[in-house]
């Protein structure tokens, strides 16, 4: 059984310094990874999907690494800003419908 | 405007009855998913639709049910054999019979217990 861990659990930082999070998974045989963004009592909002045969996938300020080979996935976010606060998921789709979470890592952004 | 919306915002159960979480979407997606999200753990699968009126279990299924009689709609019921019930409850959908696709989730219920 696949199993996703994040770690830390939260994250506090202040505006400006850069946010590094970090995803892990025991099975490697994955065939995407993604990672979401969810705000307090909301739905979760999807940030970067990274294909299986792919080592990267950046949006504006934020850039997601995928290695297969060690299990593990970093979210980096540059520049933080006060918005940016907000719990953070990844999940691994294993090509069978289902995606498999990790507990995400609550970030806050001090201003 | 397209998505997904949920509704109720909030639900209130009493002891052996069962209730209905909405959920409906207007990207014309052919897969929906219902997932469990408690505190401090990743979101559970409960159901998955990859067609109408086709439905998989999940992870987590026992004490719910799902009906997938429209493209559009795929309702859960949390029945009262579900003894933990209290959750943060989210819809999802995403495109075709391929996989590797983003899914897209509603705002989300949450169920709890009077």
């Known amino acids: 059984k696949q199993e996703v861990t994040q770690i830390p659990a939260a994250l506090s930082v202040p505006e400006g310094e850069n946010l590094v999070l970090n995803c892990s998974f025991t099975?490697?045989?994955?065939?995407?990874l993604q990672w979401f963004r969810q705000d307090p009592g909301k739905g979760l909002t999807s940030l970067l999907l990274?294909?299986?045969?792919?080592r990267e996938q950046t949006s504006g300020r934020l850039n997601a690494s995928l290695d297969k080979s060690s299990g593990r996935s970093t979210l980096y976010i540059a520049a933080s800003q006060p918005g940016d606060s907000a719990t953070y998921l990844c999940a691994v789709d294993l090509n069978d419908y289902k995606l498999s979470f990790g507990a995400g890592t609550t970030v806050t952004v001090r201003a | 405007d397209g998505g997904i919306t949920q509704s109720p915002k909030y639900l209130f159960r009493k002891e052996g009855q069962n209730v209905t979480l909405s959920c409906e979407q207007n990207?014309?997606?052919?897969?929906m998913y219902w997932y469990r999200q408690d505190p401090g753990q990743g979101l559970r699968l409960i159901y998955y639709?990859?067609?109408?009126?086709?439905?998989q279990k999940g992870d987590i299924a026992e004490g719910y049910s799902v009906s997938r009689e429209k493209k559009e709609s795929f309702p859960l019921t949390v029945t009262s054999a579900q003894k933990n019930p209290t959750a943060f409850y989210l819809c999802?959908?995403?495109?075709?019979?391929?996989?590797?696709?983003?899914?897209?989730f509603g705002p989300g219920t949450r169920l709890l217990v009077l």
């Open positions: 099975d490697s045989a994955i065939y995407n």
């Open positions: 639709s990859q067609i109408v009126n086709d439905f």
């Open positions: 990207l014309n997606h052919d897969a």
């Open positions: 999802a959908s995403s495109r075709g019979h391929h996989t590797g696709k983003t899914q897209y």
């Open positions: 990274i294909q299986s045969s792919q």
